[in-house]
């Protein structure tokens, strides 16, 4: 089982590729996702949340903790979360089965099945 810490770096990692994707890509991110959405992830078995923001198809820091007003919402285990950041695990398969909860608001749920 993965250690906050390792759990933290991949965030990171997953936060820095869609930093360094083409404009086109981050552009197609922010039309289908409106400003700003507020996204949490709860990481189940470590028992912490992070959050951050999306503004412009591009993650603000990331935060530990709980947000205030959120948009979408994520629950995973650390071996689910890594796995799908590393694309070991698909995120419309693992939604569909149960190993990741999202709730988030119709829209929002479209805007990111088009993006998995």
């Known amino acids: 089982m993965p250690n906050k810490k390792q759990v933290e770096a991949k965030l990171q990692e997953m936060m820095g590729r869609l930093d360094g994707a083409p404009a086109d890509a981050r552009a197609n991110l922010a039309k289908a996702l409106p ?3 507020t996204i949490q992830i709860d990481v189940t078995d470590l ?3 992070y959050w951050t923001q999306l503004v412009g198809g591009r993650m603000t ?3 530990e903790g709980t947000a205030e007003d959120v948009d979408i919402k994520m629950r995973a ?3 689910d979360l890594i796995a799908m950041i590393d694309g070991e ?3 419309l398969k693992s939604y569909l089965s149960g190993r990741i909860r999202i709730e988030a608001s119709l829209s929002d749920l479209l805007a990111l099945r088009k993006l998995a």
Do not use: A, C, K, N
């Open 61 to 63: 820091e990331l935060r």
């Open 35 to 37: 400003d700003p959405r």
């Open 47 to 49: 028992d912490t949340s």
């Open 77 to 79: 285990s650390s071996d």
């Open 89 to 91: 695990l698909g995120l």
